[in-house]
């Protein structure tokens, strides 16, 4: 298995673009790899067809060799809190990183005036809003979140966590615009800055 690693390869003239080998999937041990199953970790309980999901996940792990470990990690309910909390204090100004005179004004994109979405829109939002929140609240988040990232890291050493990034089976599109406690799995990520991947599960119920 081959892919192409770069960007629209050296006929576009990238010279930085390559052919790189993959190997075989299947010539891949998984005897003896850590695996954390995270319980308790969701502020949503999970739907019953995408916990059952990953049970299924973890046992076809466990059959391939896996050390399959359960951890009660109830610091990653916050996760939404934290990062939006780390976001307002990034050195970085939006306006500059995006190269804009003016933030978008998120009740005229609501009304699909302007030329933006809603959840770039929204980003400048809970910038200024976080902003807004008073110091000690934010450092003590920020604080928070760093601990959780140090915790994770201990949890996970060099294995790999079993995480939904979502607490039921995949929304439709723009489903979780303006709702950003609904997306407490995955920000845990975005927090952190772990490396991830995300995978299905199977096909669902409908």
Same mark, same amino acid.
């Given at each position: 298995? &081959?892919? #192409?690693?770069? =960007?629209?390869?050296r !006929?576009? %003239?990238?010279?930085?673009? +390559?052919?790189?080998?993959? $190997?075989?999937?299947a010539?891949?041990?998984?005897?003896?790899?850590?695996?954390?199953v995270?319980?308790?970790?969701?502020?949503?309980?999970?739907?019953?067809?995408?916990?059952?999901? &990953?049970? #299924?996940?973890? =046992?076809?792990?466990a !059959?391939? %060799?896996a050390?399959?470990? +359960?951890?009660?990690?109830? $610091?990653?309910?916050?996760?939404?809190?934290?990062?939006?909390?780390?976001l307002?204090d990034?050195?970085?100004?939006?306006?500059?990183?995006f190269?804009?005179?003016?933030?978008?004004?998120l009740?005229?994109?609501?009304?699909?005036?302007?030329?933006?979405?809603?959840?770039?829109?929204?980003?400048?939002a809970?910038?200024?809003?976080a902003?807004?929140?008073?110091?000690?609240?934010?450092?003590?988040?920020?604080?928070?979140?760093?601990?959780?990232?140090?915790?994770?890291?201990?949890?996970?050493?060099?294995?790999?966590?079993?995480?939904?990034p979502?607490?039921?089976?995949?929304?439709?599109?723009?489903?979780?615009?303006?709702?950003?406690?609904?997306?407490?799995?995955?920000?845990?990520?975005?927090?952190?800055g772990?490396?991830?991947?995300?995978?299905?599960?199977?096909?669902?119920?409908?």
């Open positions: 298995m &081959r892919f #192409r690693q770069g =960007g629209g390869g !006929a576009s %003239g990238d010279q930085l673009s +390559r052919d790189a080998a993959l $190997g075989d999937p010539a891949v041990s998984l005897e003896g790899l850590d695996v954390v995270t319980e308790g970790a969701t502020l949503f309980p999970l739907r019953g067809e995408l916990r059952d999901a &990953r049970e #299924r996940a973890a =046992g076809a792990l !059959a391939a %060799g050390n399959i470990r +359960r951890e009660r990690l109830t $610091g990653m309910r916050r996760a939404v809190e934290y990062y939006l909390a780390t307002g990034a050195d970085e100004d939006l306006l500059e990183v190269a804009l005179d003016a933030a978008p004004r009740f005229d994109t609501f009304r699909r005036r302007g030329d933006h979405t809603i959840p770039f829109a929204m980003l400048f809970v910038q200024r809003a902003d807004r929140m008073p110091e000690a609240r934010n450092r003590k988040a920020i604080a928070a979140g760093k601990a959780l990232t140090r915790e994770l890291q201990d949890v996970i050493g060099d294995g790999v966590m079993l995480h939904p979502f607490p039921r089976v995949a929304p439709r599109h723009g489903a979780t615009v303006g709702r950003p406690w609904v997306m407490a799995n995955a920000a845990v990520f975005n927090l952190t772990m490396p991830f991947t995300q995978g299905p599960l199977g096909p669902g119920d409908k």
